[in-house]
């Protein structure tokens, strides 16, 4: 059984990661956005990954819309 944990429990890693993530959704998504990363838990286990997060995203209403209709597009 192979198994790998990965836990962002410090504030600088949580910060890094929220970095990244509005980043990602910036540049495919073509809004602003604010994200608070909490927590977020990675896990491996014998090929399967589960990914536990809590975290607040904040955007304009106008934004939101434009991110549900790129959505609906794929």
Request: glycine share 2%; proline share 0%.
């Amino acid at each position: 059984m192979d198994e790998m944990n990965l836990n962002l429990g410090s504030r600088w890693m949580r910060k890094l990661a929220s970095k990244l993530i509005v980043r990602y959704i910036k540049k495919h998504f073509e809004v602003n956005a604010e994200l608070d990363l909490d927590e977020l838990k990675i896990s491996y286990v014998d090929g399967d990954v589960v990914i536990k997060t809590e975290l607040e995203l904040r955007m304009d209403a106008k934004e939101s819309k434009k991110i549900l209709s790129k959505l609906e597009e794929d």
